[in-house]
């Protein structure tokens, strides 16, 4: 009977349920955010001819400009286009002769830069707005010939 009295002590001992205490911790978080600057290509720039056959460029009748969004969180970077010199395809009959070539730039929202920019602009914090235009001249008389034509304006922001 004794054994039978400890054994029942002991179970209800283990079948009464203990009261837990609550307890809280806090968990701290940390990070860096970089100084980052991105270039978004849009929409593809398309070029067309002059009346006379000798400027080739996106802001004559019927051409457009490409389209790219700049999206910068702050410090020091510019914009800027890249010099072009030459097409990256070409008809044959073209391949002979030269074109002199001024890649540009416009930006509204975060940073600001006037139709025709070809030199570095700051850029401002958030999301700018940047249409590129691109156009060939042909000097003397020489005019493009017939075809297609590919050319490529490269948009930093460093």
């Known amino acids: 009977m004794k054994n039978l009295l400890k054994a029942i002590a002991a179970t209800a001992f283990v079948v009464v349920p203990m009261q837990s205490i609550a307890a809280t911790g806090d968990i701290p978080f940390n990070g860096t955010v970089n100084a980052t600057c991105i270039v978004n290509v849009g929409a593809n720039g398309v070029m067309t001819t002059s009346a006379d056959l000798q400027t080739f460029g996106s802001n004559q009748a019927g051409g457009s400009a490409g389209t790219a969004s700049v999206v910068a969180n702050g410090g020091t970077f510019n914009m800027s286009v890249d010099p ?10 073209d391949a002979t002769s030269s074109e002199t070539f001024t890649p540009s730039y416009a930006s509204t929202g975060a940073t600001s830069a006037a139709p025709g920019t070809t030199g570095s602009t700051a850029v401002g914090a958030g999301t700018s707005n940047v249409t590129v235009d691109l156009v060939a001249v042909k000097g003397g008389t020489d005019v493009f010939a017939a075809g297609n034509y590919t050319a490529t304006v490269t948009l930093r922001c460093e």
């Open 84 to 93: 072009v010199t030459s097409f990256d395809t070409e008809p044959a009959a």
